[in-house]
């Protein structure tokens, strides 16, 4: 128990800080701090943090955790520029590797965590786990001969990682088999394993050559270059369409790459520059286009980003392409590495990029940071007009704007429900598991008996539903009361707008049905056709597909398009 000194004494006790802080507190006063030069304050800041870990090292009562010290002080400094600078230590070197080449040592397979368990989530085509035959679903319990049950994700994937050429068994646990069968053990390889840049490229709509790239890796302008040849072959080729939706970019050479199958030899389509006038940078176009005059579009969101928006600038630029979707995310920064020593690695902003109207796409400016630290999106009306080649008006800051525009839709609160709670998820599982394999993607249907499964499986008292209605209404009901509007006419009146609002889980279900069975079917294509089954069913109902066929098919619009 400690003892509390009489306010007298503890006045006393305290007058000697007090003294000091005044005399501090003048001290300071009476020599203000001098300007410097930028240089100057970085020789002085890295002298005082030398010394500050020195004093802490030498002189704090415990041991300083030095590692997780660092790091935080790393980190910490690399939060004032922008979230694209990192620093990467000898220990996250795999990470390194996948992040420029798109490869990574293991089993090949993505794997999803919940509920203290791991599941396999989708195995690689080509991947040891897919020959091997372990399938979306599989709840894994062991690796070797550690139990996973209960760890995270990130350890268990990082036993499932190791270096190629060594073995590693995974027991996992099967749903929906045969009493005695359910639990299976499987050993295999480890390989160098690669997410696909194409997942799959293949004829839609009878004539457009589609290609979905999902990264800018190393491997990512021969995969398209191929796709682009096999449709050379095809007669019944018209168009080309190159899907750049959710891709976040990657490697610049990559993007050169592509854009020389659509431009001339010499075309220059990028301009960097950094710090210093000296460090500009032109990319041209490299060899003879495979395709120089078959007409392209261009798919793109909000998930596209940097080496993505440099492709689709580009050839928008260069009134080479129609884009079409919705506005790209807007990264005009182009990353390099540094080596380090003791084998660090640091992935730096060394420049801007300008694609050839001579605009910089970059939305957000990390230099000019909130009071609160938050960086603001450049508004339109700040943004500045440019020309293509032929004329045309596009604008700076903010990303790319398609030059025609698609509404995506908006996701419901039940639809969210239904992915992120794996409730389809777990259903594809339980339907692959109980019915024949289709021929195509296309073969799949889900019957009323099918789903009225669904909708039985989903129990209302632990589906996780946000009530966006209720939680504004309730909202609505605490404001009218605190303003005193709430006579018993609002009351009744809010009382009826939340009984009409008020969800019923199995009404919402059958209402959203044929949004829902999208979902479904696309998730069990995923499982009978790995690797490409997923998009191909995708695309029967993708209305960026159909826009893409509306212009190529109007006689006429691709041009008008272009040339307006």
């Known amino acids: 128990m400690i003892r509390k000194s009489p306010r007298r004494l503890a006045r006393r006790l305290m007058l000697p800080s007090l003294i000091l802080a005044g005399i501090a507190a003048a ?12 240089d100057e304050a970085y020789q002085r800041n890295l002298a005082i ?19 997780e010290a660092f790091k935080a002080a790393i980190n910490g400094m690399l939060a004032t520029v922008d979230p694209y600078t990192e620093f990467y230590s000898y220990d996250d070197k795999e990470a390194v590797n996948r992040l420029m080449t798109g490869e990574w040592g293991g089993i090949g397979s993505f794997i999803q965590g919940r509920n203290g368990n791991t599941y396999i989530s989708e195995p690689i085509v080509g991947s040891p786990a897919l020959r091997a035959g372990l399938k979306p679903g599989d709840r894994i319990l062991k690796v070797d001969s550690v139990s996973v049950v209960g760890k995270t994700t990130d350890e268990t ?48 709509r009878g004539d457009m050559g589609y290609i979905k790239l999902n990264q800018f890796v190393e491997s990512s302008a021969d995969d398209v270059r191929k796709a682009l040849e096999s449709f050379k072959e095809n007669p019944e080729v018209k168009y080309i369409v190159l899907d750049l939706r959710g891709n976040g970019g990657g490697l610049v050479e990559s993007a050169i790459d592509i854009l020389g199958n659509f431009l001339p030899k010499g075309t220059e389509v990028l301009r960097t520059r950094g710090k210093s006038a000296s460090s500009e940078k032109i990319y041209k176009t490299r060899h003879n286009p495979l395709m120089p005059d078959i007409p392209v579009a261009v798919l793109l969101d909000g998930g596209s980003a940097s080496a993505s928006e440099i492709t689709a600038g580009a050839l928008q630029d260069l009134d ?9 995310y807007g990264k005009g920064l182009v990353q390099g590495t540094r080596q380090l020593p003791y084998s660090g690695l640091l992935k730096v902003t060394l420049a ?34 440019y020309h293509t080649k032929a004329g045309r008006e596009v604008r700076d800051g903010g990303g790319l704007t398609p030059d025609s525009i698609v509404d995506w839709g908006k996701t419901t609160t039940l639809i969210y ?22 021929a195509t993607p296309a073969d799949i249907v889900i019957t009323d008996d099918d789903y009225e499964d669904f909708v039985n499986s989903i129990d ?59 979902y479904m079917t696309e998730e069990i294509a995923s499982r009978y056709f790995p690797g490409w089954g997923r998009v191909n069913r995708e695309l029967m109902t993708d209305p960026a597909i159909e826009k893409a066929a509306e212009i190529f098919h109007t006689p006429g619009l691709y041009k008008r398009i272009l040339s307006k």
């Open 27 to 38: 001290a300071f006063a009476a020599t203000p701090e001098p300007a410097v030069s930028h």
């Open 49 to 67: 943090f030398n010394a500050l870990t020195r004093e802490l090292e030498e002189n704090y009562v415990d041991s300083i955790r030095t590692d």
């Open 157 to 204: 994937s990082s036993l499932l990682r190791g270096q190629p050429g060594t073995s590693v068994s995974v027991t996992v646990e099967r749903p929906y088999s045969a009493p005695g069968d359910s639990i299976l053990t499987f050993t295999l390889v480890r390989e160098k394993v690669a997410d696909p840049a194409v997942p799959w490229s293949g004829v839609v």
């Open 320 to 328: 080479r392409a129609v884009l079409i979707g919705s506005r790209s």
């Open 352 to 385: 801007k990029y300008y694609i050839p109207s001579g605009r910089l796409i970059q939305a957000l400016d990390y230099s000019h940071r909130n009071p609160d630290g938050s960086v603001a999106r450049t508004p339109d009306s700040l943004t500045n007009v």
């Open 417 to 438: 429900g239904l992915v992120m709670g794996n409730h389809i998820f777990d259903y594809a599982t339980k339907y692959v598991a109980t019915h024949p394999a289709p």
């Open 460 to 518: 209302p008292k632990t589906f996780k539903y946000d009530k966006l209605c209720n939680q504004i209404i309730d909202q609505l009901r605490e404001a009218a009361d605190q303003e005193g509007y709430m006579t018993p006419e609002v009351k009744a009146s809010i009382e009826a707008l939340e009984k009409q609002l008020d969800h019923d889980l199995k009404s919402d279900l059958q209402s959203k049905r044929p949004k829902i069975e999208e």
